[in-house]
Every structure is written in structure tokens, then in C-alpha cells.
């Protein structure tokens, strides 16, 4: 009924996605997190939003673009047709993590991940390779070794790499091996959130160097270079989802930050 698809999108910038700052001033602005992993997600909603006012621009005729619009995501629901047209033929659900990196001296980055985010990631892109133990490497990963155990410094303290190191290559999506470790799924939370990009902000007054009212706020972002993945689902159609305008990879803000720099990313489409 439906053709399956994916998304695989890599942070080039951090990138925030939950509460607007304005909204909160003054509190920690928390991205959206998956309700298991306690990692970072971006929601289905979205990545719909993005994809929808992107292709509008894709038109130089307002008309015309407004109609491509509604024939793959719907009416808006303020629309006398959305009682008509109110589902949308490109279906997306949230975007996970596969990878994020984490600061370790001497590499100096080293993306983790867990079996759970991996199960999912093979569920989405239909993988036949079994998911590697926990506490396995990549083959490019840095580790101090001593009486045949291997040992990596993080900046959270020593882990080891209890079930060695192993060609990971066909877990990253471009097929590029990063230094990297899968670590257990009960220990991926603690490390996401150490790993998170986090920074206190300021609002000036126009015409003075003082904070303005509420203008002070905390925010936290996943870091650059994270790697994540969402599945596309499309309903059969004779016409041809063309977000990109031909290409299968395109840059995209996500995210509510874009005024201090959160929120630039890659997207490359599989399968579509």
C-alpha cells in the first residue's frame, strides 16, 4: 500500500528542537527526547512542516506552489477543504539517532551509539547484518591498551571495549567508518546528556549593552555532527515526490533557533 523510504540527516550545526526560546525565558529550553532512550528526536511534525514550506518555495508561481503543497501534505487545517483533503501522501514519523558524537582527548571526537538505536535504524533501512554487542569499536577508534584490554577516555571518565573492535562501516549511513563505540542501551541516556551542546544566552536592548526583560534564557542543542534517521512512508501516486527539485540531498534548517546559528543540517533521501 505504501512505499517505504528514509531519511538520513546529519547535524552541521547544533540543532535544537523543542521549546522556543521566547517562550521560555529564563529556563532551560529541553529538546524533544525519546521516551526510552532519553535521546534526542526530532518529531514527525517537524520534519512535515520543513518539507512543507520548503517545496512551497520551490515555485515561482504562488498558485502553483500552494496546489503542489496541498496535494502531498494535505490542506491545512484551517482550509475549507480540510474536511476533503486532510491526508497527507508523504507520511514521515520521528527522527532518531544512529550516531552522536562525544569529546574524548586525543581523537578528539568518538560518535556513540546502542543497540536500541541500531535496531531501529535496521528496522528502517531493512539491514541483514546483526547488530554488534555492546562495548564493541570501530576499527578507527583510538584506545589505550594494557594486559589485552582495550580502554577509552571519554569526558566522563574510562570505558572499556569488553567485546573488541570490529568493521562498523555498514552502520554509518554514507558507509564511512568514524571512530565510534556502541555502548550499552542503559547507558546511552548518561551519555547523551553529557554529550549535549548547552549555552546561555542573551537578549541585548536596542540601544543599550543590558540584558532585556526575560531576554536571558538557557538552551541545549544536539551537537554537530550528529547522525539521524526517519522513516518516509508514500502513499502509491502517479506523480513523483520531489522535495530537492531532482537531487536526493539537500541542506535544511530544522529546528526554532535559527537565530543563534541552531538548526543547520544535512538531509539526504533514500529510497524515494
Known amino acids: 500500500m505504501y512505499k517505504r ?45 520543513r ?8 515555485f515561482d508561481d504562488e498558485a502553483q506552489g500552494n496546489a503542489q503543497v496541498n496535494y502531498w501534505y494535505g490542506e491545512a487545517a484551517d482550509s475549507e477543504r480540510s474536511n476533503v483533503n486532510n491526508e497527507s501522501i508523504v507520511k514521515f514519523e520521528h527522527a532518531s539517532i544512529i550516531w552522536f558524537p562525544v569529546f574524548s582527548p586525543g581523537q578528539p571526537m568518538v560518535w556513540v551509539s546502542s543497540p536500541r538505536l541500531l535496531k531501529r535504524y535496521k528496522r528502517i533501512t531493512e539491514m541483514t547484518q546483526e547488530v554488534p554487542e555492546p562495548y564493541t569499536g570501530s576499527r578507527k577508534l583510538r584506545t589505550r591498551e594494557a594486559r589485552g584490554q582495550r580502554t577509552l577516555f571519554f569526558n566522563i571518565g574510562f570505558l572499556t571495549i569488553d567485546n573488541g573492535i570490529t568493521n562498523l562501516s555498514a552502520w554509518f549511513p554514507n558507509g564511512e567508518e568514524l571512530p565510534a563505540v556502541i555502548v550499552d542501551d542503559a547507558d ?46 508514500l502513499r502509491k501516486t502517479d506523480a513523483t515526490w520531489n522535495p530537492f527539485n531532482g537531487k536526493r540531498k539537500a541542506e535544511m534548517y530544522l529546528g526554532g533557533l535559527e537565530s543563534i546559528g541552531f538548526g543547520y543540517c544535512e538531509l539526504t533521501l533514500k529510497g524515494v
Open 5 to 49: 523510504a528514509h531519511g538520513i540527516i546529519e547535524t552541521l550545526s547544533p540543532l535544537h528542537v523543542g521549546a522556543a526560546a521566547g517562550e521560555e525565558s529564563g529556563n532551560l529550553n529541553l529538546i524533544f527526547r525519546d521516551q526510552f532512550t532519553q535521546t534526542g528526536i526530532i518529531p514527525a511534525s517537524s520534519l512535515r512542516g
Open 51 to 58: 518539507f512543507r514550506a520548503d517545496m512551497r518555495q520551490c
Open 188 to 233: 546511552i541516556g548518561m551519555i547523551h546528556d553529557m554529550a549535549l551542546y548547552r549555552q546561555s544566552r542573551v537578549r541585548l536592548k536596542e540601544d543599550q549593552k543590558v540584558v532585556d526583560d526575560n531576554g536571558f534564557f538557557n538552551t541545549e542543542a544536539l551537537p554537530e555532527g550528529t547522525i539521524l534517521v526517519f522513516p518516509i512512508a
